[in-house]
């Protein structure tokens, strides 16, 4: 049916953000066990993020196992999703990320009002720049994304041969954790639409002790560039005959 792989999306998504959001939330909170533990440690929980992420959604109905509205759009483009799934799959992630976003706060509950920092706090949600330059912002998360679906391409080219069956959600985990560690470090590597507007709500809609404001003047940039970047690397995998 045309829209079944809305409940593994969501899901997927949800999945995804409680264990990317919530590795944010255990180096970033004052007074958790796992407070500092680094960038290594961050990129390394988003890796297997996605990949527990891709595994709950494929398992529900969604065989694509996308978690982002920039992958889907690539597909879309490939012609897997017509415009009416793009949009609707779209909404699914974005409310799984709300979901997913909350389910954090939830966890560290007694945390939040013990963090004076409110951008620290706001970078548990969603990605913010290291230095404000929109321009350089914006061209940062559209080659970041670029890469994520160019080689997200390569990966599952049939010019690789077949992969075994599983085995893509793995490889997709450690393409997430090399593209944090080579290019995050500008703006924290969003990549995702959905991954940075659905706890961007979130965190704009909950009662989060002490919070500061969502930053709505940077969140087109994690919503459009990768949108961009994803566009791109279509054209690009078109121009050398990938699909």
Same mark, same amino acid.
């Given at each position: 049916m045309m829209f079944d792989n809305l409940l593994g999306e969501f899901l997927g998504t949800m999945v995804l953000i409680v264990f990317g959001a919530g590795v944010c939330a255990c180096n970033t909170l004052t007074k958790s066990k796992g407070q500092n533990g680094g960038w290594i440690c961050i990129t390394a929980a @988003?890796?297997? $993020?996605?990949?527990?992420?891709? %595994?709950?959604? #494929? =398992? !529900?109905? *969604?065989?694509?196992?996308?978690?982002? +509205?920039?992958?889907?759009?690539? /597909? #879309? !483009?490939?012609?897997?999703?017509?415009? +009416?799934?793009?949009? &609707? =799959?779209?909404?699914?992630?974005?409310?799984?990320?709300?979901?997913? *976003?909350?389910?954090? @706060? !939830?966890? %560290?509950? +007694?945390? @939040? $009002?013990?963090?004076?920092? /409110?951008?620290?706090?706001?970078?548990?949600?969603?990605?913010? +720049? &290291?230095?404000?330059? %929109?321009? &350089?912002?914006?061209l940062c998360e559209f080659i970041a994304t670029f890469f994520l679906m160019f080689v997200i391409w390569m990966i599952f080219s049939n010019k690789v041969g077949a992969m075994p069956a599983g085995l893509g959600p793995y490889i997709v985990g450690i393409l997430i954790w090399a593209l944090g560690m080579s290019l995050g470090g500008p703006t924290g590597y969003a990549m995702n639409p959905a991954r940075d507007l659905g706890p961007r709500i979130a965190h704009a809609i909950l009662p989060i002790a002490g919070k500061g404001g969502s930053d709505w003047a940077y969140a087109w940039i994690p919503v459009l560039a990768p949108l961009a970047g994803a566009f791109a690397a279509y054209v690009v995998a078109m121009a050398l005959n990938v699909f």
């Open positions: @988003w890796g297997f $993020a996605v990949t527990l992420g891709v %595994y709950t959604a #494929t =398992t !529900l109905g *969604a065989p694509q196992g996308d978690l982002n +509205p920039a992958v889907t759009l690539g /597909k #879309t !483009l490939i012609g897997i999703y017509s415009v +009416p799934q793009f949009f &609707a =799959t779209s909404i699914a992630q974005i409310l799984g990320g709300i979901l997913g *976003a909350a389910i954090v @706060w !939830l966890a %560290y509950l +007694p945390h @939040w $009002a013990e963090t004076e920092d /409110k951008s620290a706090k706001l970078g548990i949600f969603c990605t913010a +720049p &290291a230095i404000r330059n %929109y321009p &350089a912002n914006f």
